[in-house]
């Protein structure tokens, strides 16, 4: 029986990925390396092997990888260097320890991106790469539980407020990447593979539109600039530090950089992705 581990596996997909995994392996094949173990004392009384790793404390992921024969690393928050060292520790270590596949949730159209976002993803695949372990690089587009901050606003009585302009976006739901990560992980056959994992493009007017029919009521759109986007951020709230973010994703969707169709999502889950209005009706 082939041991599979989960990085960040008490994280929002992480998370996701082990009760998709549990549905399909024995608990007792299963582990998961986590920072704070006690925040997983729930999966440890399901039997899956509990494992204290730190990306930032190399040596707790030699003990963390060791046995270990798949392995999914679930990319970590962060500035973009505090990312590269951490992902680095972690393909490293999965190298010293004879891991014999890593799936990795990257970005998509990673090697080509423009995105802000993406030098970290780039960094890790080109590290990945150059250990020569067979790998599956899961290109992930767009969670529809981004929009949830525009939805909470809509509800309130905001317009939808938006820099994008009419950049597209490959939304699906959390779950969905998370079932395509356990499909990889668990299965055969994903070798030096590159899966684009995109939804249906979708821009800003035409999420908006979705959400007005699950709202049941009139979403009006504002389109503004960088700087506009980034005051009306400010006023509403959001940390100093995250907005300069948050129009960086504005500015990459108006640019194309997450305009990727492909076919790969549902090759992977067998099934078609959830229509645009049910999977918002599952947010709202």
């Known amino acids: 029986m082939k041991k599979l581990l989960v990085t960040g596996a008490t994280g929002k997909l992480g998370s996701k990925v082990v009760e998709a995994l549990l549905r399909s392996v024995p608990a007792g094949s ?3 390396s986590v920072r704070n173990p006690e925040s997983a004392a ?3 009384a399901l039997g899956v092997d509990v494992r204290h790793g730190d990306f930032d404390e ?3 992921l030699d003990a963390a990888f060791a046995g270990i024969d798949r392995m999914l690393i679930i990319s970590t928050d962060g500035d973009t260097d505090t990312r590269i060292r951490q992902h680095t520790n972690a393909v490293e270590a999965a190298a010293r320890a ?7 949730t990257s970005v998509a159209n990673a090697a080509d991106s423009k995105l802000f976002l993406a030098k970290p993803h780039q960094a890790t695949e080109v590290a990945i790469r150059a250990t020569g372990i067979p790998y599956s690089f899961l ?3 767009w969670y529809f539980e981004n929009e949830l901050s525009s939805i909470q606003g809509v509800q309130a009585g905001a317009p939808w407020v938006t820099s994008a302009g009419t950049g597209k976006v490959g939304s699906a739901l959390r779950q969905e ?3 395509a990560a356990a499909v990889v992980l668990a299965g055969e056959g994903h070798d030096h593979t590159t899966y684009e994992l995109s939804g249906k493009l979708l821009s800003q007017e035409e999420l908006a539109a979705a959400v007005s029919v699950v709202l049941g009521r009139e979403v009006p759109v504002v389109h503004v ?3 506009a986007y980034a005051d009306i951020m400010k006023n509403a709230g959001v940390p100093d530090f995250v907005i300069p973010i948050l129009v960086g994703i504005q500015q990459g969707i108006r640019e194309g950089s997450l305009e990727v169709e492909s076919g ?3 090759k992977l889950l067998g099934r078609p992705l959830a229509p645009i209005h049910e999977a918002l009706r599952q947010l709202v």
């Open 30 to 32: 299963l582990a998961v």
């Open 139 to 141: 290109r992930n587009n």
């Open 225 to 227: 600039d960088d700087d």
């Open 177 to 179: 990447y998370a079932e």
């Open 58 to 60: 190399p040596a707790t």
């Open 264 to 266: 790969d999502f549902e």
């Open 42 to 44: 729930k999966l440890r």
């Open 98 to 104: 004879g891991v014999g596949f890593i799936a990795y």
